[in-house]
C-alpha cells in the first residue's frame, strides 16, 4: 500500500463549481497533516495545514480522520487559478519531520 | 517572511560530473533542512534530512557517498551529486523548517524553488 494515496484526476470543474478531493494514508504514526498546491514545474506551496477538528481558510475546508487515516480538501466557487496538482502530505512521524507526498490530484477549472 | 532560495535553478551537466546545489534561508535560522527529489509524473520523495552541524540522516536507498550533503550553517546546506549519470536526472527541491526562539515550528516546512538537473 502506497504510504499516501490520492486520486490523480485530472479533474475537469466549471469555474465556480465546488470540488472536493481525498487521500489516505498509511503511516500511522503521521501527526502533521497539510494540503499544498504545485504549479506545473514549480515547487510545492503550502495551502494549508489540516486538524481532527476541521479547519477552513475562505475557500477552502480541510478535514482530518485518524481513525480511518482520511484527509479531505473542498474548495468552493473555484477558481481559474485554483487550477494546479493538489499535493496530500503527512509527516512521517516517530520524531522525524521529513514529510511524505501524494502524487498529487491534478484540477483544471474551466471558465 | 520565510524565503528559501536554491541555485542554480537548472543545470544541464556531461554524464560523470559533479554538480552542487545550494538551498539558504534568507530571512530565518534553519537548524533543520530537507532534501527530496521529484521525478516527472512522481510525487516528491524524501532523500535526506540535513541537520547543522552534524551528519545528514538519509533515506532508504539513497546512497549517501553519492548525494553528499553539507550544513555548514544555519542558512545553508549543499547538495552534491557526485559523478552524475542520466537516471539522477530530476527535480531537486530543499526544504528548511523555521527555527524561533528554542522551540522548533515542526509544522512549517518552507520549500525551495528547486534545481532541475539534467544530465546527458
Not at chain 1, 465556480?16 to 515547487?43: H, I, L, P
Not at chain 1, 487559478?81 to 491534478?106: E, P, R
Not at chain 2, 549517501?64 to 531537486?92: G, R
Request: net charge positive.
Amino acid at each position: 500500500r502506497k504510504e499516501v494515496e490520492q486520486d490523480p484526476g485530472p479533474f475537469n470543474v466549471p469555474e465556480g463549481a465546488t470540488v472536493a478531493f481525498n487521500c489516505t494514508y498509511s503511516n500511522s504514526a503521521s501527526q502533521s497533516f497539510f494540503w499544498y498546491r504545485q504549479d506545473c514545474r514549480k515547487e510545492p506551496k503550502l495551502l494549508m495545514s489540516v486538524y481532527s477538528s476541521g479547519n477552513e481558510d475562505g475557500r477552502f475546508t480541510a478535514q482530518l480522520n485518524r481513525a480511518s487515516q482520511y484527509i479531505s480538501l473542498l474548495i468552493r466557487d473555484s477558481k481559474l487559478s485554483d487550477s494546479a496538482t493538489y499535493l496530500c502530505v503527512v509527516n512521517k512521524g516517530g520524531g522525524a519531520d521529513g514529510l511524505t507526498f501524494g502524487k498529487g490530484t491534478h484540477l483544471i477549472i474551466q471558465p | 517572511g520565510a524565503v528559501v532560495s536554491q541555485h542554480p535553478s537548472w543545470v544541464i551537466c556531461k554524464s560523470g560530473t559533479s554538480v552542487k546545489i545550494e538551498c539558504r534561508s534568507l530571512d530565518f535560522q534553519a537548524t533543520t533542512m530537507f532534501w527530496y527529489r521529484q521525478f516527472p509524473k512522481q510525487s516528491l520523495m524524501l532523500m535526506a534530512t540535513s541537520n547543522e552541524g552534524s551528519k545528514a540522516t538519509y533515506e532508504q536507498g539513497v546512497e549517501k557517498d553519492k548525494f553528499l550533503i553539507n550544513h555548514a550553517s544555519l542558512t545553508l546546506s549543499t547538495l552534491t551529486v557526485t559523478s552524475a549519470h542520466p537516471e539522477d536526472s530530476s527535480f531537486y527541491i530543499c526544504s528548511a523548517r523555521d527555527f524561533q526562539g528554542g522551540r522548533a515550528r515542526t509544522d512549517t516546512q518552507y520549500f525551495g524553488p528547486g534545481t532541475r538537473l539534467t544530465v546527458l
